[in-house]
């Protein structure tokens, strides 16, 4: 039998690489310009929607409607690339994503097929200008669809719908690959 017996060095680097598995992603994330300091105390708590979409302006509008309509229960980051939302989804952990299928960089189906590959328990909801996606979507595993323009009020009721689930609810629904009742 062979034993190892780490110096005072080595061993507190293994501790560190055990309780910090993300070290090597963050200090890639870093290299690219994310920020992946802890959040302040305040936000902590809230519940995370990464928002991707490469239109601005849709981006402008839906956070400011997603943190005043879901009473500030919700909080939003952005991203306008598929590149920039893989690195905020690891970065960030949201607990949900709303997604769009036209970004420059990448097909949006492949970005969820990446994305859930990661965190297959995380729900996504497709927001699209593409009209007749919901069969896709559904074969997929999305939770909800909207098509463009979104109703406010109907996507920050579904967010938090599909977030009050608890996760034998939501497993069930996937298995079954029914959507949420709410669509737009």
Known sequence: MTSRIFNNQA??????????????????????????????????????????????SVRASLVEALE????????????????EAYCRFISWTPSLVLLDLGLPDQDGWKLFENLEMNRPFVPFILITAQPDQIIRARRMGFDAVFEKPVAPASLVDTILGVLGESESQRLQRLVARTFRPLFS
Request: cysteine-free; hydrophobic content about 35%; proline content about 6%.
């Open 68 to 83: 005043v309509g879901s009473g500030h229960r919700l909080t939003v980051e952005t991203a306008s690339s598929a590149r």
């Open 11 to 56: 061993w507190r680097q293994a501790r560190t690489d055990l309780m910090e598995p993300d070290l090597h992603i963050k200090s890639l994330l870093a290299a690219d310009g994310v920020h992946t300091s802890p959040e302040p105390p305040e936000r902590r708590y809230l519940r995370r929607v990464l928002l991707v979409d490469d239109d601005a």
